[in-house]
């Protein structure tokens, strides 16, 4: 393993003012984006539509590294480039979604596990020759009434991302461990936190016990924030304030980066969370996006499919990606959302 350049990989996605795109739509979840615009999902419309996010002139400011899905890593530009070299060449490192998804775990309702671990080592040794330099593994931990998700639950998820992580870094690739609370649900901002604190616990003693070194790895986590349907939603600087706290009791100070998955939350939303949190002072590991919905929905609903919006989309994702930014250095303000 390669520690040095683990830790300069993971440094360099969360350089100052930088997060990453996540653009790693699984096909059945990129239709349902382009079924929100009546597009349908060919392969020639997945191609061009990620073709103008990672052409966008100006997000290489702050875009530390994308994360791509299979097909699209094995993809290229109109002119032949591969989207892996256009990226690499931009300055920003390709990353890779390796997870298969979830499933649910035999003999416990309501509780799912992510799939993926047979064969990975050998995926991940091709992803790397493709030009990837990072992956990601996502776990989904869900909130019901009902003692759920159980204490085994999170244990598989937490081994699965421990399992994941260590074949990373052992291919040199910097592993995102990726467990996500849902914020689906009714339940309130304290129960969040504390089925976040019991996720993150677990993950980092699964991670340790696997070896997995905490310099060369990033961490992308759900903020904590009340469920949608719960009656009562928190402020942004209760959210940012109960986040810090979470993080902080769990979260070794060896990880270089934490970077935020946005998770159904507004696009305004993330970036005033995110915010808020780094106006709070400087923190034991970089506090960052690596948002997929709150970067690129206002760039599909400016796009529709249609080549004569290709310039507005591409401006709708550098105003998000500027944004960001200045998130990521707690000088956002709501104001510049209709200023930019
Ligand atoms: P969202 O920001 O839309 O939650 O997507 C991030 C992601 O990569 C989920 O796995």
Redesign the pocket.
């Known amino acids: 393993m390669n520690i040095d350049a683990l830790k300069s990989v993971a440094n360099a996605i969360v350089a100052k003012q930088k997060g990453v795109l ?1 653009a ?1 739509e699984s096909s059945p979840t990129i239709k349902k984006r382009f079924d929100s615009i009546q597009l349908e999902s060919t392969e020639e419309n997945r191609r061009r539509y990620r073709e103008i996010l990672f052409t966008a002139d100006g997000t290489e400011r702050t875009l530390g590294g994308v ?1 791509l899905f299979d097909e699209t890593l094995r993809q290229s530009t109109r002119d032949g480039v591969p989207f892996p070299t256009l990226l690499a060449g931009r300055g920003i490192i390709p990353g890779i979604k390796v997870d298969q998804g979830t499933k649910a775990l035999a003999l416990h309702p309501g509780n799912k596990v992510t799939v993926g671990l047979d064969g990975l080592a050998e995926r991940l040794a091709e992803y790397r020759q493709l030009g990837a330099q990072f992956a ?1 593994w ?1 776990a989904v931990i869900e909130i019901d009434e009902r003692d759920i998700p159980s204490p085994f639950g999170i244990h598989a998820n937490a081994h699965a991302l421990a399992r994941y992580a260590a074949l990373c870094q052992e291919a040199g690739l910097v592993p995102i461990v ?1 467990p ?1 609370v849902l914020m689906d649900g009714a339940h309130g901002i304290e129960r969040c936190e504390a089925v976040t604190a019991q996720v993150l616990q677990a993950v980092f003693a699964e991670l340790d016990a696997h070896r997995v070194l905490f310099e060369g790895m990033l961490l ?1 986590p759900n903020m904590v924030i009340a469920g949608k349907k719960c009656a009562r939603q928190a402020g942004v600087q209760e959210v940012a304030e109960a986040t810090l706290r979470c993080l902080r009791r769990y979260v070794p100070a060896a990880v270089p980066g934490i970077v935020f ?4 939350q507004s696009e305004e939303d ?1 970036t005033d969370h995110l915010n808020a949190m780094n106006a709070m002072g400087a923190q034991p590991w970089q506090v960052s996006f ?5 970067l690129q929905a206002p760039v599909l609903a400016a796009w529709k499919g249609q080549e004569g919006n290709v310039a507005a989309a591409q401006q709708a994702l550098l105003k998000r990606c500027h944004l960001n930014g200045l998130a990521r250095e707690g000088k956002y303000s709501r104001s510049m959302e209709a200023a930019t």
């Open positions: 996540a790693d994360i990601k996502r990726e996500e992308k998955l946005s998770g159904g993330a690596s948002y997929g919905r709150a």
